[in-house]
């Protein structure tokens, strides 16, 4: 029971790049989750899906896209890599909302945008 | 807005208590959760409250007033394993959790 992994760990981009992060759970989860967490903040919400083949925007979704095909994948994509975009991303799922939104979280991808 | 406050950073020493507080203005409230994240790694859950009162588990304590917008995590008997940040983030009218920007704590021998 591996719970939440991301591809990849680390990741350096060049302005005007694009590139793919992958996220896996194998807890059965409903929702998923894409957050970045940047030094002096908290953890701010990307983009979120409620099922397969859903999604919505989250408070940051400017410059990033999404896609939940298969339960157990959400994959974040960036078009166009921008400095602004040099963060920690961390994806997570749960089981559901409210109270039973304890959020379980993958290790994190450090990505710099040069 | 929504916010969260927490205190920046905070210094203890190791077999003391050390309370971190949260306070919270947010639209909604579903509850109030606390992680805790290791530097370099992911959070992980400590405890969620959504009514009034304390929650104990184990040497970490939770209590939170909703009238007062107000959470506080209690860490006792305190481990050198214990140094970390510590996250409250509260679960707003549209179940989105809003998070704080976490209170790193620095436990010295």
């Known amino acids: 029971n591996a719970g939440v992994t991301q591809t990849p760990k680390f990741r350096v981009l060049k302005t005007g790049q694009s590139m793919t992060l992958l996220c896996a759970q194998d807890m059965n989860h409903e929702y998923m989750y894409w957050y970045r967490q940047d030094p002096g903040m908290g953890l701010r919400l990307i983009h979120y899906s409620v099922g397969e083949g859903t999604t919505a925007k989250g408070e940051v979704p400017d410059g990033y896209n999404v896609s939940r095909l298969k339960k157990q994948n959400f994959l974040l994509g960036l078009e166009s890599a921008a400095p602004s975009q040099t963060s920690v991303y961390f994806c997570?799922?749960?089981?559901?909302?409210?109270?039973?939104?304890?959020?379980?979280f993958g290790p994190g991808t450090r990505l710099t945008v040069l | 807005g929504q916010n969260i406050d927490q205190p920046t950073e905070m210094t203890a020493t190791e077999g003391a208590i050390v309370q971190i507080n949260c306070t919270y203005q947010t639209s909604g409230f579903n509850g109030l959760f606390w992680y805790q994240q290791h530097a370099g790694e992911a959070p992980t859950f400590l405890s969620y409250?959504?009514l009034d009162g304390l929650e104990e588990k184990g040497r970490f304590s939770s209590f939170l007033s909703r009238s007062k917008g107000y959470s506080y995590l209690l860490l006792k008997e305190l481990q050198m394993k214990d140094s970390a940040s510590y996250l409250c983030a509260v679960l707003d009218s549209n179940y989105q959790l809003i998070w704080g920007a976490g209170t790193k704590l620095i436990i010295k021998p």
């Open positions: 409250n959504v």
């Open positions: 997570a799922s749960s089981s559901g909302s409210g109270e039973y939104n304890e959020q379980f």
